[in-house]
Nanobody
Framework: QVQLVESGGGLMQPGGSLRLSCAAS????????MGWFRQAPGKEREFVCA????????YYADSVKGRFTISRDNAKNTVYLQMNSLKPEDPAVYYC????????????????WGQGTQVTVSS
C-alpha cells in the first residue's frame, strides 16, 4: 500500500507561483509513474501532468504546459508540482496519484490517491 499526502496549497494571486508537494509512505515510489490531477467545483477531475518513475519523461495538459513543472525525488519519496503564472482558471483541489506503470493521463490507471490540497487564486 501507498499513502499519499499533498501539501502546499493555498491562496495565490494571478500570475503568482505555488509549489505543491506529495509525500508518500508505506512503499517506495520509485517503481511508479506519478501524476497530478485537479478538480474544480462542478467539474470533473482532469489530468494536469505526469512523470515516469525515473523522472526522465514528463507529460503536461495543454492548459498548464509551459507554466507548471512536475518533478520527483525518489530518495525522499516525494513528487513536486511547481506552478507558475497562475491563472484564474487554475483554482481547484489538486490530487497526487501513483501506481501507474506508465506515463498516462488516464486516472483509472493510478491505484493510489492523496486527499488533495486546495489551490485558490484570488481575482
Amino acid at each position: 500500500q501507498v499513502q499519499l499526502v499533498e501539501s502546499g496549497g493555498g491562496l495565490m494571486q494571478p500570475g503568482g507561483s505555488l509549489r505543491l508537494s506529495c509525500a508518500a509512505s508505506g512503499r517506495a515510489l520509485r517503481s511508479y509513474a506519478m501524476g497530478w490531477f485537479r478538480q474544480a467545483p462542478g467539474k470533473e477531475r482532469e489530468f494536469v501532468c505526469a512523470i515516469t518513475w525515473s523522472g526522465g519523461s514528463t507529460y503536461y495538459a495543454d492548459s498548464v504546459k509551459g507554466r507548471f513543472t512536475i518533478s520527483r525525488d525518489n530518495a525522499k519519496n516525494t513528487v513536486y508540482l511547481q506552478m507558475n503564472s497562475l491563472k484564474p482558471e487554475d483554482p481547484a483541489v489538486y490530487y497526487c496519484a501513483a501506481g501507474s506503470d506508465r506515463l498516462t493521463t488516464d486516472a483509472r490507471l493510478y491505484n493510489y490517491w492523496g486527499q488533495g490540497t486546495q489551490v485558490t487564486v484570488s481575482s
